[in-house]
């Protein structure tokens, strides 16, 4: 791959030879270069990821990214690439930028405790992830679907509850306004951090933050 190119996209190279069915966009043929199938890719602020076939010079364009070959149609000459949308956001370790929702984020299913998955994301010069709006859950939604459920149940997010005046923060002081508690959750005074839980479709639930699970770090754009 050009320099060029290694500007804008990136290769996933264990992602070869084979496309996804999955947050499918559109299919553009004889795009001649990948540079121009990135381009595309980069026009359009809901793509965050292309397929492109060396030999058939196919493009398609995808509204998420991919972690493994779950749903994976096996065809040969098939390459994978994230799109990469603002140089803040590091795609070349792990980040993802989604450009409609303006968040830049990398999930980990290491199993930590909040305060572990604090200093976890600021050695990545990040933070525990903010999802306040509905568009940045589902954006992270959608990217954690696609992970293997095998080793973890949730993932902890950039929010915790004052138990003194009983009310929910942001990790940058600012009130929960947007939240996606799931109904059923009892919000014990005990549990004040909040998990991503993916058997109730990654709705939140609050825990102890002791607890270990995943986390999702964030990038300030």
């Given at each position: ?30 795009i001649r270069l990948l540079m121009l199938c990135v381009e595309i ?21 995808h509204s998420n990214v991919f972690y493994n070959s779950d749903f ?95 009310q929910w923060y942001w990790r940058d002081a600012t009130l929960l ?45």
């Amino acid at each position: 791959m050009s320099t060029i190119v290694q500007m804008f996209a990136f290769e996933d190279g264990h992602l070869a030879g084979g496309y996804s069915t999955q947050n499918f966009m559109e299919t553009m043929n004889n795009i001649r270069l990948l540079m121009l199938c990135v381009e595309i890719c980069l026009r359009n602020i809901a793509c965050m990821s292309v397929f492109y076939n060396t030999v058939t010079r196919a493009c398609r364009l995808h509204s998420n990214v991919f972690y493994n070959s779950d749903f994976f149609v096996s065809e040969t000459g098939w390459h994978y690439y994230r799109a990469v949308g603002d140089p803040k956001c590091d795609v070349y370790n792990g980040f993802v930028h989604q450009r409609d929702a303006g968040l830049c984020y990398r999930a980990e299913s290491d199993l930590l405790t909040k305060t572990l998955s604090d200093s976890a994301c600021s050695a990545r010069n990040s933070t525990l992830a903010i999802l306040n709006s509905e568009k940045k859950q589902n954006v992270v939604v959608g990217t954690l679907s696609l992970m293997s459920r095998e080793s973890f149940v949730g993932f902890y997010i950039g929010a915790t509850l004052n138990t003194g005046n009983s009310q929910w923060y942001w990790r940058d002081a600012t009130l929960l306004v947007y939240n996606a508690f799931d109904a059923a959750d009892d919000k014990l005074v005990s549990e004040t951090c909040v998990l991503m839980v993916a058997d109730v479709s990654y709705k939140w639930y609050s825990e102890a933050c002791t607890y270990t699970a995943g986390y999702v770090c964030e990038v300030d754009l």
